[in-house]
């Protein structure tokens, strides 16, 4: 079973215009993280923001703020006033368990967005 | 910083040949992870280790050997390339697991199998 769902292959936003990327996810673990990484054309993998199934508060960390309704089982991602080095993929991943698991991230299978000028 | 550093960055192998992946981190971290990277494709766990001498597979790993003999290596060796291995493959690592540390990724070694 797919564990994490982003639903849009692609995007496309205006600069400095808001956009929501989509991301849900399936565990039967009361304990995970949610996290978001960008990778840019050029590769390398960079985190953006974490969220923890226990955390009564949406993350923020600058332009990115994670939208959490664990009810729904939805983690979306948030980037306020796109720019133009913001166009990358974007993935949404999971962490399932809590300390003394293995660990590892499961990841969704990415959003492409591109921020138009 | 240097992070997670992989060699090489590119690579093209011939069909049968082997090679090994090398991947070190200095942050000190136990816990290290092998990914491989699909085209259009989310991350794929191939094999982790949660500190030096202890390794143990992941969703994707047959074709591929670990070893983890200190904390800051975590060699992934290819025996017997097949074109199915042609693949950009993430080295990453972590302090901690089950709290807000990120997995810091290397950039990645993009492999050819031809």
């Known amino acids: 079973a797919q564990k994490i769902t982003q639903t849009q292959p692609g995007m496309f936003v205006q600069e400095k215009e808001a956009v929501t990327l989509d991301c849900t996810y399936d565990?039967?673990?009361?304990?995970?993280?949610l996290f978001w990484y960008k990778q840019p054309s050029s590769g390398e993998m960079i985190f953006l923001i974490y969220?923890?199934?226990?955390?009564?508060q949406n993350a923020t960390e600058g332009r990115y703020s994670l939208n959490f309704q664990k009810a729904r089982k939805s983690a979306n991602l948030v980037i306020s006033a796109s720019q133009l080095g913001d166009s990358a993929m974007y993935f949404c991943?999971?962490?399932?368990?809590?300390?003394?698991?293995?660990?590892?991230?499961?990841f969704g299978k990415g959003t492409k967005l591109s921020v138009k000028p | 910083n240097a992070g997670v550093t992989q060699t090489p960055k590119f690579r093209i192998l011939k069909i049968g040949q082997s090679m090994t992946l090398q991947c070190a981190q200095d942050?000190?971290?136990?816990?290290m992870y092998w990914y491989r990277q699909d085209p259009g494709m989310g991350l794929k766990l191939i094999y982790y280790?949660?500190?030096?001498?202890?390794?143990d597979k992941g969703e994707v790993p047959n074709g591929y050997n670990v070893s983890r003999s200190t904390t800051e290596d975590f060699p992934l060796r290819l025996e017997l390339a097949a074109p199915s291995q042609t693949s950009v493959y993430f080295c990453?690592?972590?302090?901690?697991?089950?709290?807000?540390?990120?997995?810091?990724f290397g950039d990645g070694t993009r492999l050819s199998i031809l």
């Open positions: 990453a690592s972590t302090l901690a697991t089950g709290s807000n540390q990120p997995q810091h």
């Open positions: 969220q923890g199934s226990y955390d009564e």
């Open positions: 280790s949660v500190g030096a001498g202890i390794t």
């Open positions: 565990t039967s673990d009361q304990s995970y993280g």
């Open positions: 942050m000190n971290h136990n816990y």
């Open positions: 991943a999971m962490r399932e368990g809590l300390i003394g698991s293995q660990g590892n991230l499961i």
